[in-house]
């Protein structure tokens, strides 16, 4: 795709930025082992928590009526109670997960982008990944499948899900490399081990159960495994065994024989089973990452100059040897401009795999300063004498719609609400907006992210800056659970919703009203 597209850019981001500069939620399961509600040592792990979860939000699915699939809908306490749904893991990823929701990332994908950022940072594979799951707003039907039924059912319930039988076998292999079966949640199948070095008694799938590998095949086929589903006292509970076993161990023999075999089935079932998602819903493209890519732009109007911030990520680049990174910029009145640009940081994916370097827009470790009336209108970026210009177009930068540093309050000490004041926001000449107004997301009655737009009110009389740009204000008084809201700004052209770049504020961070 081509930048910018704020959904996809989003998306990106969340999937591919995973450890080190930028980091996101790939911070919670790096180590894999770690447990962020217990100790490391409790025997479960977020990322076999964020595995299950995604399989079970999937599970509802009905391919004869199109309802269930991912779609977020476990977060509800409702399915959360249902025998189906034992444990607390569902409670724990939904917390942790959908805390990265926005206007552009759905609670399911966030589901989705935690199963694969567990799978890959813990020795599997590349999954492909979509955007645009949509969240439901109320339960699904039941229908995940139980270890205490029968072959049969389990069949059926997967047939429902869209999966065959051999199928079936896989993608439990594939979810079964990761976790086990906690006492807690199935006291019938776990007694309590009384173990320090696995504190919540959990029977663990494999004898690697934070790593994805074929183990959990080369143990069933020779015999050695202590999966609680295949080897448990109640055989009315051993599911694993009973699906493993219903070709006849063909299937598992071929993942014990081939962990290539293996990685690559449970790449494209593990995809398959994130897009299972209800009728109507349409995914993104599968979103690669973007070769070059610039992130968190900032720009402020400032007293006749614009403050532009922010940084440049170059993907499959590492910072061991210096690169030579120049901003080309082209402002609205035909010039040209050149900065060198200085490293930011790296970071890495799926498992090491990838590494991007990023560099930050920045002039001497401060915002770089423009002349506002010339503006900037487009970006290129030469490194190492390359041009990248996304095949000639360039990266168009939309200077039309800022906030001004003059923003003040006039009442409210920091951290003391209500507090009073006002945005002003810098509308560059010529631009015309039919909209200007403030963002702020919140969720809705039943948690879904949502946003709430405020216009800021056309002046009567534009107030000119004489540097390119007139100032729209708004005054707010912001108390409560307000007090703090964060807004960032929204501008429409001719019905047309324009692609601005900004930091969010709050009225309480912004300077006092000069008296
Ligand atoms: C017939 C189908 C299945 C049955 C009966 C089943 C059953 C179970 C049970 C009883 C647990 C223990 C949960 C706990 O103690 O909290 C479990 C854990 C788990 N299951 Fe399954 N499962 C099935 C299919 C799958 C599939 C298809 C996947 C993913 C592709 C999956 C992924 C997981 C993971 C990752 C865990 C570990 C959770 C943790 O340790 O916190 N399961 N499963």
Redesign the pocket.
């Known amino acids: 795709y081509v930048w910018p597209s704020p959904q996809l850019d989003a998306l990106e981001s969340a999937r591919f930025e995973q450890l080190g500069h930028n980091e996101g939620i790939a911070g919670f399961v790096d180590p894999c082992i770690a447990d962020n509600f217990e100790e490391n040592l409790s025997g479960?792990?977020d990322a076999?928590?964020w595995?299950?979860n995604a399989?079970h939000d999937m599970a509802t699915h009905n391919t004869m009526d199109g309802t269930g699939g991912l779609d977020s809908s476990i977060r509800f306490a409702e399915e959360q109670a249902r025998p189906e749904n034992?444990?607390d893991?569902f409670f724990r990823a939904s917390e942790v997960l959908s805390a990265f929701a926005t206007q552009y990332i759905s609670i399911a994908d966030t589901f989705a982008i935690g199963a694969i950022i567990a799978i890959e940072n813990c020795g599997g594979p590349e999954i492909a990944f979509r955007g645009g799951r949509v969240d439901a707003g109320e339960p699904n039907a039941p229908g995940v499948?139980?270890?205490q039924?029968d072959l049969q059912s389990?069949i059926g319930?997967f047939a429902r899900q869209g999966f065959t039988q051999t199928e079936m076998i896989s993608?439990?292999a594939?979810?079964?490399t990761?976790?086990?079966?906690?006492h807690a949640?199935?006291p019938n199948?776990v007694p309590e081990f009384y173990d320090p070095t696995d504190t919540l008694s959990?029977a663990h799938f494999d004898s690697t159960f934070v790593h994805f590998d074929n183990n959990i095949a080369m143990e069933y086929i020779s015999g050695t495994t202590k999966d609680p589903?295949v080897v448990g006292r109640n055989d009315t509970t051993n599911?694993d065994k009973r699906?493993f076993g219903s070709d006849g161990n063909a299937t598992m023999a071929s993942f014990a024989k081939s962990p290539e075999l293996y990685a690559s089935t449970c790449a494209t079932l593990?995809a398959r089973?994130l897009d299972t998602v209800p009728k109507g819903v349409e995914l993104t493209e599968v979103i690669t990452p973007l070769p070059v890519k610039p992130e968190i732009l900032t720009m402020l109007f400032d007293n006749g100059t614009v403050q532009f911030s922010g940084e440049v990520r170059f993907w499959n680049m590492t910072l061991d040897e210096t690169h030579a990174v120049n901003l080309l910029w082209d402002d609205h009145i035909g010039g040209t401009h050149n900065l060198s640009l200085p490293p930011a940081g790296v970071s890495t994916s799926t498992g090491g795999l990838y590494s991007a370097a990023f560099y930050s827009i920045l002039d001497n470790g401060g915002p770089f300063l423009l002349d506002a009336a010339a503006g900037i209108k487009n970006m290129r970026f030469v490194v190492d004498g390359k041009l990248e210009d996304q095949g000639g177009s360039g990266f168009p930068v939309q200077d039309g719609v800022l906030y001004s540093t003059s923003s003040c309050i006039t009442s409210g000490m920091q951290f003391f609400p209500p507090f009073t004041g006002r945005f002003d926001v810098a509308v560059r000449d010529g631009l015309n907006p039919t909209r200007v107004f403030l963002e702020r997301l919140e969720m809705d009655n039943v948690g879904r992210p949502i946003i709430v737009e405020t216009d800021v009110p056309r002046p009567d009389q534009p107030v000119p800056t004489g540097a390119g740009y007139s100032i729209w204000s708004i005054n707010l008084t912001q108390s409560g659970i307000d007090a703090f809201a964060m807004y960032t700004l929204g501008a429409e052209v001719n019905g047309e919703k324009l692609v601005l770049f900004g930091a969010a504020q709050s009225i309480s961070q912004v300077p006092r009203c000069p008296t």
């Open positions: 479960r792990s076999a928590d595995i299950r399989y034992a444990g893991g499948p139980q270890p039924q389990h319930a993608l439990v594939c979810g079964h990761f976790g086990g079966v906690e949640a199935f199948i959990v589903l599911s699906i593990f089973m």
